[in-house]
């Protein structure tokens, strides 16, 4: 190695020679070097590829040094092969308001890109609008027939209904729910102790305040309101018209169709469901309440078992009954059959004088669903005027009159008019409410819990309360209440006679029929003979009147009698 060639060892960024010939310095025993020739200068047009790298790479080298660039390389990579994943796999949704993010590496070199947002595309709900039935259907153009002109009744009576073939009816059953109008969610108030600040209600209400009433017509998306079964952990169980876990589970399981009825105080007889289907047999619950007094009575008068069935009828004992007036306890599940049977989708109630005479499919399907309505409950026969019914109501000492009048008067306060055509084409305020058909459904739930918040606070005369609550939901929503005709309804359920009412009317007077002497037949005389005639007994004839009897002149007075003789 010889002393010239010291200074000539390689470095990363030239020679060392270079270098000190650059800045001045000269190192023992070297000498300057000639200036280099110029560079041979071949003229041709660069590569576009070339121009973009040699002003991309200097750009890039400036921010970050060489070592980094593959990193940075590898990131924009990565970066790409991110970004057609999420293009492929997901599309090219983008909601506006979008912002552009950034990844910087390094602190050096910033990426960016559009985040895109994606919207989940759940199912539309679907919802039962109605049917209409098919030409020719003999129920299509089915009309009332004239009352009959016999002017002697003018009473209720049953008139003719067109149903379809049970086969048919059960066929049309919906598969989806009705269309609740703003309201979906509907929870129900839960408290322990109850206070009372103000006039009516109960423990078992919950005794809500007149703002919790007024805001309760609020209708919105999601409600909590006051309906009955305030205690406890669940309707049934602790609060107030309690029933066995075994009922409420067996309640519980029917989520379809329920027919429900009930006798408190031994008040009514128990009737037996006719002209049932097979089909209903199998698929509808039946099911009738009981009070302890009721329940021994049935036991003791029917074949009432183990098995907790009377026929079709599920006999549910109740225990703790809320009230101490029986047909305000009969009002619990009138109006809050939803939250004793929260799987069912429909049901129909009838008070305990009733008899059913036709199968329940076929009267959902005649009063429900082909009207497209959600609650149908029958207007009554005479009256439609709430102050009418008031009036009527007193008149037969059905209640204290003056809580009718307070609530009458309250009523009016709150805007309640006498019915008049400008309601039309709502056709009456008073309903005949021994039977109501309806689905269960947010809005109809509502309609029928603020309506026993009416019974429950004033009087427990359902007829009187009807209308207020229709008419403020209908206020706020678009819906409303399908009335159909009083004699409709007596064509489906027979109304009987309250049991004290048949224990004191009079025994039926007994009819006997006389049926006439038996004829025996006609025989021919034997013919008369000497021996008959001789064994015949000599009758005395009576002596004839004329000849050979002598006559008695009547004479004057003063008169004389000659002697003919």
């Not at 299509?140 to 002017?151: C, T």
């Not at 408190?264 to 209903?280: C, Q, T, V, W, Y």
């Not at 019915?419 to 459904?441: Q, T």
């Not at 005389?525 to 000497?530: D, G």
Request: glycine share 6%.
């Amino acid at each position: 190695m010889t002393g010239g060639s010291l200074g000539l060892r390689s470095a990363s960024y030239g020679s060392l020679q270079h270098q000190n010939l650059q800045n001045g310095l000269l190192l023992p025993g070297q000498f300057p070097l000639p200036p280099p020739p110029p560079p041979l200068f071949v003229p041709r047009k660069p590569a576009k590829m070339l121009k973009e790298k040699d002003r991309l790479f200097p750009w890039i080298c400036k921010f970050a040094g060489r070592k980094k660039v593959g990193m940075l390389f590898l990131c924009v990579v990565s970066a790409a092969v991110f970004g057609w994943v999420l293009y492929v796999g997901k599309g090219e949704d983008a909601s506006e308001g979008d912002h552009a993010s950034s990844i910087r590496i390094n602190n050096q070199t910033a990426l960016s890109y559009e985040p895109s947002t994606y919207q989940v595309q759940h199912p539309s709900p679907v919802y039962f609008s109605g049917y209409v039935l098919p030409p020719g259907n003999p129920c299509e153009n089915f009309a009332l027939p004239p009352p009959p002109a016999d002017k002697k009744r003018t009473g209720p009576r049953p008139c003719p209904v067109c149903y379809l073939p049970v086969k048919e009816a059960i066929a049309l059953m919906p598969k989806a729910p009705s269309y609740s109008p703003v309201l979906h969610n509907l929870t129900y108030v839960y408290e322990e102790h109850s206070l009372k600040t103000e006039f009516g209600g109960s423990e078992f209400g919950g005794y809500p305040s007149l703002k919790q009433r007024n805001d309760s017509f609020d209708i919105r998306e999601s409600m909590t309101v006051h309906c009955g079964f305030v205690k406890g952990t669940k309707p049934g169980r602790g609060t107030g018209f309690d029933i066995d876990d075994a009922d409420l589970l067996d309640m519980e399981q029917c989520n379809g169709i329920v027919v429900a009825s009930a006798i408190f105080g031994n008040f009514d007889l128990l009737r037996e469901p006719k002209n049932i289907s097979e089909a209903a047999k199998k698929k509808v619950c039946f099911y009738m309440f009981l009070d302890e007094e009721t329940e021994a009575y049935v036991r003791n008068t029917s074949n009432l078992d183990g098995s907790k069935k009377v026929g079709l009828w599920r006999i549910v004992l109740v225990r703790s009954l809320p009230y101490a007036d029986p047909r305000r306890n009969g009002k619990v599940p009138k109006l809050l059959l939803h939250r004793l049977f929260p799987n069912a989708r429909y049901s129909i109630w009838m008070d305990g004088k009733l008899e059913l005479v036709m199968d329940p499919y076929q009267i959902l399907e005649r009063f429900l669903w082909r009207k497209n309505a959600s609650f149908a409950i029958s207007r009554h026969y005479r009256r439609f005027d709430v102050f009418v019914e008031a009036e009527a109501n007193k008149a037969a000492a059905k209640y204290d009159n003056s809580s009718i009048d307070f609530q009458i008067d309250f009523y009016r306060r709150e805007g309640l008019t006498p019915y008049s055509e400008a309601k039309l084409p709502i056709i009456s305020d008073v309903p005949e409410g021994c039977v109501i058909i309806r689905e269960h459904m947010p809005i109809s739930n509502l309609f029928t819990c603020l309506w026993f918040n009416e019974v429950d606070r004033f009087t427990s005369r359902d007829q009187l309360s009807f209308s207020i609550v229709r008419d403020k939901i209908m206020a706020k929503v678009n819906w409303s209440v399908s009335m159909f005709l009083d004699c409709e309804r007596r064509n489906f359920v027979v109304q009987g006679y309250h049991r004290d009412v048949l224990e004191h009317m009079a025994p039926p007077i007994a009819i006997f029929q006389h049926h006439p002497p038996q004829l025996l037949p006609l025989t021919h005389p034997p013919p008369l003979t000497e021996t008959l005639l001789e064994k015949a007994p000599n009758r005395r004839l009576p002596p004839r009147r004329g000849k050979g009897r002598r006559r008695h002149r009547k004479v004057a007075a003063g008169g004389t009698v000659s002697n003919l003789s």
